[in-house]
């Protein structure tokens, strides 16, 4: 069994934000990453999971390099929602 790591966007971070984190997910995990919801009282959470790199220092530098682009990323970006997008998310919660 291996060992996940696991993200959450709310429903307030920007869309383009939450696809482009969903298809950086994507391309470097396919069927490995998994994708749900979490009704919360105030807003949605988008939750990903995925599993962690074998090797620590690479483990690392992704969850490193992950982070900064999320912390980075432009609020005001501009994307096409819909020629490539994220799968509705199953929503679990209240």
């Known amino acids: 069994m ?4 696991v993200l959450a966007l709310g429903s307030d971070m920007p869309d383009c934000l939450r696809q482009d984190v969903y298809h ?3 391309e470097r995990f396919g069927e490995r990453l998994l994708l749900w919801g979490v009704q919360e009282a105030d807003r949605l959470e988008y939750v990903y999971a ?3 790199l074998s090797n620590p220092v690479e483990n690392r530098a992704f969850s490193d390099e992950l982070i900064a682009f999320i912390e980075s990323y432009p609020a005001d970006t501009s994307c096409d929602l819909t020629s490539d997008p994220m799968p509705a ?3 679990f919660g209240p």
């Open 50 to 52: 995925f599993p962690q």
């Open 89 to 91: 998310v199953e929503v």
């Open 24 to 26: 950086r997910l994507q």
């Open 2 to 5: 291996e060992d996940y790591h």
